[in-house]
Structures are given as C-alpha cells and as structure tokens.
C-alpha cells in the first residue's frame, strides 16, 4: 500500500514538472521565433532571458547584432529577426530590451499588453513601423527609448498617458507631425529627447505643467513657432536644447527663471529682438549657445555675471554695440565672429598698433637725421681745418724768407 502511495506521488511529481517544463517551453515560443530558435528550445537557459522558478518571463535583454558574436552565439544567422506579436503574452515582463542592426518588421502592438512593464527599448534601423499607440497602456513604464531610421509616422498622443514614464527618447528616427499637448500630462517626467526627425508644428505649453522635468531636447528638427513662456515654469530644468529648427520670435524673458539651467542651446534657427537681459540671471548656466540667429541690438552687460559660464557662442547674428568689459574679462570660449555692427575691441587694438609702429618710425627719423647732421658738421669741420694749414706754413715761409734778406 505505501509503496502503491510512493508511485502515485512521484507519478503526479513527475506530471507536474512536465506540465511546468510545457509551460515554460511554450513561453517561449516568441522569443525562439525572434532567435529563429526551435520552438522547444527553452529560452530560460539563454543569457539575456530571465525566468522565475515556476517558469515566469520577467526581464528579456537580447541583442540581435552579428558584429557581436559573444552576445548572439545560439542565434541562427540568417539575418531575418521581428518581434513577434507573441511577446504581448509577456505579462511578467518588467524589463524589454530589444536591440541590433538585424531587427526588422514592426513594432506589434500587442506590446502594451504588458501591464507590468517598467523599461522598454527598442533600437534597430532596419525597423520599418510606426509607433503603436497601444504603447500608452503601459501605465507602469517608467522608460522608453525608440531609434529607428525606419520608424515614422506621428507621435501617438495616447503616449500622454504614461503616467509614470520618467524618460522618453525618441531619438534619430524619422518622425512627422507636431509634439502632442498631451505630454503635458505626464507629470513624472525628467527628460524628454526628440531630436534629429523631421517633427514639424509648435513646442507644446503645456510641458511648462512638469515640475519634474530637468532635460528638453528637441533639437535638428523643423519645429516652428514661438519658443513657449511657460517652459520659464521649469524649475528644476538643466538642459534646454531646441537648437536647429525653425523656431521664430524672441527669446522669452521668462527664460531668466531656470535657476538649475546648465545648457541653453538656441542657435541655429530664426531668432530675433536682443537677447534677454535676464539671462544673466542664470547663475549655474555653463553653456551658452545663440548663434546663427538673427538676434539685433547690444550684448548684455548682464551676461558678465555668469560665474560658471564656459562657452559663450553670439556668432552669426546682427549684433551691434561693443562687448561689455566685464564678458573680455571671464575666461570662457567666446565666439562673435560675423557680426558686422558689433565693435570687438580687435580695431581699437590696431589702431593703438598702428600709433606705436607711427611713433617709433618718427623717432628713427629723428635719430638718423641727428646723426646725419652731425656727420656732416664734423666733416665740414675737418674740411676747414685742412684748408687752414697750408696758408699758415706758407705765411710762416714768406716770413722767414723776408728775415733772411
């Protein structure tokens, strides 16, 4: 009877590992389709995937790259990778790390079916997707980062709805159509990186609303419009960088009020009036950067009092007046270059070279014709004495001539 009791126990033992050990190998089957793996293979054994005890997916982290041979030696080399819409079962997923030059396809939107995720990343230039608006379920995504030559279309404002993203990049793809108003919901947000995409309209006020928010950077795109007031807002801003756009208008003097500000990067785009002189209230501001604009009137004496400045770029504007004392003074990068209305102090310096060379040269005239003078004077004076000699002996001859007779 015990005997009967053991064969039946260790029978159910042996049912249970099975079922899980089923389990686990049909977990797997998108990620060995994404590996071009068998369908058995159990993905838990491979590096990069991590599984819980009773065969739960928690973290997938898979390169799909063969310049990195250590990273993708189980990987069947035949250079066609997509992420099968079978990693929306994934619902333990916490971390998504997807990446290489040999992903293609899409991204299937059955990725925010994955209610847990915290980290997605997705990198690949051989995608060829638009961005699932799906993705704005993850309500506990608190990173996402998306390249892709390949990846366009528009910003889906259903992104909005992140309510934990803390960072966004959308960085180097080929997007099109405005920044979404609705990112001004996504109250715990501290960087936002949409840069070098072809994304059009204006910058959004609303994102003056994140109190969190400590890095912008829309730069090399052809945003337009008037940079927004709101963004003065920002107080724990340090980066702001909508450089090489097509930006218009002023430079708001709200902008003063970014005490935490490290980078301002404007240049490069339609800027005009002067620049504020609340910028130089900026007391942490290291960098500096408006060049290529077509901002008029004089530097700011203002801008002198930025003690932790180190690049100051103003070239390429129409800038006039004279450079403030106390800006010659600071020991930064400074370019003004190509700025026909502003005196750089460099035509006062020539002409004082010039008064110098003036100088020096009369003072060598001078000398030379003392000396000459002189010359001259001596050997007329040699010459007169010469002349004078010879009479005296012949008076001295005639003389003793007339006492001999």
């Known amino acids: 009877m015990n005997i009967f009791i ?12 099975t079922s899980a050990q089923n389990d686990v190998n049909e977990k797997c089957i998108p ?3 994404l ?11 491979k590096g990069g995937v991590t599984c819980t005890k009773d065969g739960r997916i928690t973290k997938i982290d898979i390169n799909i790259s063969y310049s990195s041979p250590d990273e993708t030696e189980d990987i069947i080399k035949d250079k066609n990778h997509y992420i099968p819409s079978g990693f929306g079962n994934y619902t333990d997923l916490t971390y998504l790390n997807i990446r290489g030059d040999d992903i293609r396809g899409s991204i299937p939107p059955e990725l925010g079916n994955l209610t847990n995720l915290e980290y997605l990343y997705i990198y690949g230039d ?15 995504l608190s990173y996402m980062y998306i390249h892709g030559k390949g990846v366009s279309g528009s910003i889906p404002p259903e992104l909005g709805n992140l309510s934990s993203l803390q960072s966004l990049f959308l960085t180097r793809n080929n997007l099109t159509g405005s920044i979404p108003s609705s990112f001004g919901n996504l109250s715990n947000l501290k960087e936002i990186v949409i840069d070098q995409s072809y994304l059009n309209g204006k910058i959004p006020p609303e994102l003056g ?12 795109n052809t945003i337009s419009g008037h940079i927004p007031k709101e963004l003065g807002k920002l107080s724990k801003l340090k980066n702001l960088e909508l450089d090489s756009n097509d930006l218009i208008g002023s430079i708001p003097s709200e902008l003063g009020n970014l005490a935490n500000l490290k980078t301002l990067d404007l240049s490069n785009n339609y800027l005009v009036d002067s620049i ?24 700011p004496p203002e801008l002198g009092d930025l003690t932790n400045l180190k690049s100051l770029n103003l070239a390429d504007n129409n800038l006039s007046g004279s450079i403030p004392k106390k ?5 930064i990068k400074l370019n003004v270059s190509n700025n026909p209305l502003l005196n750089t102090g460099d035509n006062d310096s020539s002409l004082v070279t010039i008064i110098i060379i003036a100088i020096c040269i009369i003072i060598l005239i001078i000398v030379i014709t003392l000396i000459y003078l002189k010359t001259k004077n001596k050997v007329y004076n040699n010459g007169n004495r010469s002349k004078t000699l010879p009479n005296s002996s012949i008076g001295s001859k005639q003389t003793s001539n007339c006492t001999g007779r």
């Open 6 to 17: 053991l064969l039946i126990n260790f029978t159910l033992i042996i049912l249970k590992f």
């Open 31 to 33: 990620i060995n389709q």
């Open 35 to 45: 590996l071009n793996k068998e369908p058995s293979f159990d993905c838990c054994t």
């Open 126 to 140: 051989k995608l060829v997707t638009t961005i699932p608006p799906e993705l704005g379920k993850l309500s506990k």
């Open 209 to 220: 609303n994140l109190p969190k928010l400590e890095r912008i950077d829309f730069s090399n």
């Open 276 to 299: 504020p002189s609340e910028l130089g209230k900026l007391s942490k501001l290291e960098k500096l950067l408006l060049s290529e604009n077509k901002l008029t009137g004089s530097i």
């Open 327 to 331: 800006i010659k003074k600071m020991d």
